[in-house]
């Protein structure tokens, strides 16, 4: 794969442009970073999502049934499990156990101890299925990513890492500012 020539500008090169152009006392700095991450992303989830609806899953059946296979054999977690490692609320991953569960991917198991906790558990049929998707979705990242060397994945990703925790920093104070308020 060829690199793209630095020398064009790019669509948010252009932008920045425009804004400097009508606004040229306002900081747009910031969109070096945001703007290529939202186009980054829009691009990232159409590839991702094609992938899934050729299996017949979407983006979010795929995140249960991957994080089902990666809790190891039973391959099995409760929704409040699910909704920690999954990062969605309990009322949300509810919702995708159940579109999962009506395709056969996932079954409910009560824990034969206390009948009060649930389980999801992977079929065998998403067991199966997951385990395809998954080969065919990280060769698929792997792939998207075949414009950098190694050294600038693994600079990217430790960027990324910062650029988390600085959006963490930020989050944290703005709500401890809301409560002070």
């Given at each position: 794969m060829s690199r793209r020539s630095f020398t064009q500008?790019?669509?948010v090169e252009l932008v920045q442009r425009q804004w400097r152009r009508e606004r040229p006392?306002?900081?747009?700095?910031?969109?070096?970073?945001?703007?290529?991450?939202?186009?980054?992303?829009?691009q990232y989830q159409s590839e991702i999502s094609s992938i899934f609806e050729a299996h017949g899953i979407n983006t979010s059946s795929f995140d249960v049934l991957a994080a089902l296979r990666r809790s190891g054999e039973p391959f099995q977690l409760t929704a409040g499990e699910l909704a920690t490692?999954?990062?969605?609320?309990?009322?949300?991953?509810t919702l995708r156990i159940d579109k999962c569960v009506k395709a056969g991917l996932v079954e409910r198991i009560r824990d034969t101890e206390d009948r009060r906790v649930v389980y999801a558990r992977l079929t065998d049929e998403g067991l199966a299925l997951v385990d395809e998707v998954s080969s065919v979705?990280?060769?698929?990242?792997?792939?998207?990513?075949?414009?950098?060397?190694?050294g600038e994945r693994k600079q990217l990703g430790k960027l990324l890492h910062l650029l988390e925790r600085s959006l963490d920093q930020h989050t944290t104070a703005s709500r401890v500012a809301a409560e002070d308020s």
């Open positions: 500008p790019d669509a006392d306002m900081d747009t700095s910031a969109m070096d970073v945001f703007g290529r991450l939202h186009r980054c992303f829009v490692t999954t990062l969605v609320t309990s009322g949300g991953i979705h990280f060769e698929n990242e792997k792939d998207m990513l075949g414009g950098l060397t190694s």
